[in-house]
């Protein structure tokens, strides 16, 4: 790949405050069965603590907030 094209790309990805910069899109199938993989690795059933799970939904909660305040930051 041209480096100006991914210099573009990154600077791009800054200005739009993206949480990843990818430069090559021919690997997005093969990350895609990778992350299938992982997601099929986590148990169905798992019974969880429903104190963790509180603090859990918090810790999701707080980084949306992080994510929504992040993209108002330009």
């Keep these: 790949m041209d480096p100006l094209d991914v210099g573009e790309r990154v600077v791009s990805g800054i200005l739009?405050?993206?949480?990843?910069?990818?430069?090559?899109g021919e690997f997005k199938d093969e990350?895609?069965?990778?992350?299938?993989?992982?997601?099929?690795?986590?148990p169905d059933n798992q019974m969880i603590d429903p104190k963790r799970a509180a603090?859990?939904?918090?810790?999701?909660?707080?980084?949306?907030d992080a994510k929504r305040v992040a993209a108002n930051i330009q």
């Design 16 to 24: 739009s405050n993206e949480a990843y910069i990818l430069s090559h």
């Design 31 to 42: 990350v895609r069965e990778a992350f299938a993989e992982i997601i099929d690795a986590f």
């Design 55 to 64: 603090l859990e939904a918090m810790r999701r909660q707080a980084t949306i």
